[in-house]
C-alpha cells in the first residue's frame, strides 16, 4: 500500500541553524500539506501546497519557514533560523482530493 | 473559526471492555467531515475512522462506531473490546474548507489506556 515517508526521523540541530525537512508523498496525490505538534500538545496546521504553490498558511508558518516542490517527487520544509520552539514532531501528509489527507510518520525537530 | 474540543485528556478501560471517546466541535459550514486518528507512542498518525456530516447513518469500522450528532455537533468514538493494542492517544479532527483549502482541525487529543 503507498504511504507518505519523511526523512529524517530524528533531527538534531542548534539554534540559528537551517533545517530541511522532506517528504514523498503519495504520487499520484495532488495536494500536500505541513503539520506542527509540540510535545504534549495538539497537531497543528502549517501550510497547504496545490498546483505549485501555498493555498493557504497559519499563523504559525511566518517568514522564517518556505516550502518547495523541487521535482515531480520530494516535498521539502525549510526552516531558515530555527528557534528552540520549533522543536516539534512535524507530520508531512497528501492527499488526492484534499479530504482524506495521509500523514507521514513524522520529523522529530530537536533545536539545542 | 472552527474548534474542537477533546474534554476527557485520559481515560483507561479494561480489556475486552468499551470505551467511549467525546469530541465536540464548533463550525457555521454544512459540509465538512470529521476524523478520529490513533496516535501510538511513535507518534505516527493511523486513521481510524471518518465520518461524512452530509451523511446521517454513522460510520463504523469493524470495533470502532462512531455517534455523529450533527446538530449537537458532537462526534463521540465508540471502542468495542478493546485490546492492548487500542492503547494510543486519539484526536480527533475536524475538516472543512472555510478558506478554499482543506485543512485539518485537531482537538488536543484523549489519552486512552487499555488494562489486562
Known amino acids: 500500500e503507498p504511504e507518505v515517508t519523511q526523512t529524517p526521523s530524528h533531527q538534531v540541530t542548534q539554534m540559528g541553524q537551517e533545517v530541511i525537512l522532506r517528504c514523498v508523498p503519495i504520487?499520484?496525490?495532488?495536494?500536500f500539506y505541513w503539520y506542527r505538534q509540540i510535545l504534549g500538545q495538539k497537531v497543528e496546521f502549517l501550510v497547504s501546497f496545490y498546483n505549485n504553490e501555498i493555498s493557504e498558511k497559519s499563523e504559525i508558518f511566518d517568514d522564517q519557514f518556505s516550502v518547495e516542490r523541487p521535482d515531480g517527487s520530494n516535498f521539502t520544509l525549510k526552516i531558515r533560523s530555527t528557534k528552540l520552539e520549533d522543536s516539534a514532531m512535524y507530520f508531512c501528509?497528501?492527499?488526492?482530493?484534499?479530504?482524506?489527507?495521509?500523514f507521514g510518520p513524522g520529523t522529530r525537530l530537536t533545536v539545542l | 473559526a472552527q474548534t474542537v474540543t477533546q474534554s476527557q485528556p485520559e481515560m483507561s478501560v479494561q480489556e475486552a471492555e468499551t470505551v467511549t471517546l467525546s469530541c465536540t466541535y464548533d463550525t457555521s459550514e454544512n459540509n465538512y467531515y470529521l476524523f478520529w486518528y490513533k496516535q501510538p507512542p511513535s507518534r505516527q498518525m493511523i486513521l481510524v475512522i471518518r465520518q461524512e456530516a452530509y451523511k446521517q447513518q454513522n460510520a463504523t469500522e469493524n470495533r470502532f462506531s462512531v455517534n455523529f450528532q450533527k446538530a449537537a455537533k458532537s462526534f463521540s468514538l465508540k471502542i468495542s473490546d478493546s485490546q492492548l493494542g487500542d492503547t494510543a492517544m486519539y484526536f480527533c479532527?475536524?475538516?472543512?474548507?472555510?478558506?478554499?483549502?482543506?485543512?485539518?482541525?485537531f482537538g488536543t487529543g484523549t489519552r486512552l489506556k487499555v488494562l489486562a
Open positions: 504520487s499520484n496525490h495532488l495536494y
Open positions: 501528509a497528501s492527499s488526492e482530493e484534499g479530504v482524506e489527507q495521509f
Open positions: 479532527a475536524f475538516v472543512g474548507r472555510p478558506s478554499g483549502t482543506y485543512k485539518y482541525i
